[in-house]
Nanobody
Framework: QLQASGGGLVQAGGSLRLSCAAS????????MGWFRQAPGKEREFVAAITWDGNKTRYPGSVKGRFTISRDNAQNKVDLQMNSLKPEDTAIYYC?????????????????????WGQGTQVTVSS
């Protein structure tokens, strides 16, 4: 139901834009987020956005470099990643949280998300 795309190989300092498209149902009423998982590490929070796009959250590691946005009319959420670093290398997953419908809340833990995309690989070379 969630399909992530846009990953690839980029040099350090470069940019990528990930996109997550929903199909089969709409997630326009729910917060959505991006997470990433590097080899041998746990999945970690990257960005999240409220159902209406009015509030976003980022961890310190990506704040100021990554921007999450959504288009409910097109049923998709994007992640613009700038100034990429080798430590950003990971598989990136988009997710939706149907636990929080139409509320001004941005969940940041994986347990709060119940719909996940298949992931897209991002590799940043030094």
């Amino acid at each position: 139901q969630l399909q992530a795309s846009g990953g690839g190989l980029v040099q350090a300092g470069g940019s990528l834009r990930l996109s997550c498209a929903a199909s089969g149902r709409t997630f326009s009423r729910y917060p959505m987020g991006w997470f990433r998982q590097a080899p041998g590490k746990e999945r970690e929070f990257v960005a999240a956005i409220t159902w209406d796009g009015n509030k976003t959250r980022y961890p310190g590691s990506v704040k100021g470099r990554f921007t999450i946005s959504r288009d409910n009319a097109q049923n998709k959420v994007d992640l613009q990643m700038n100034s990429l670093k080798p430590e950003d290398t990971a598989i990136y997953y988009c997710a939706a949280s149907t636990k929080y419908g139409l509320v001004n809340w941005v969940p940041i833990v994986t347990a709060d998300y119940d719909h996940w995309g298949q992931g897209t690989q991002v590799t940043v070379s030094s």
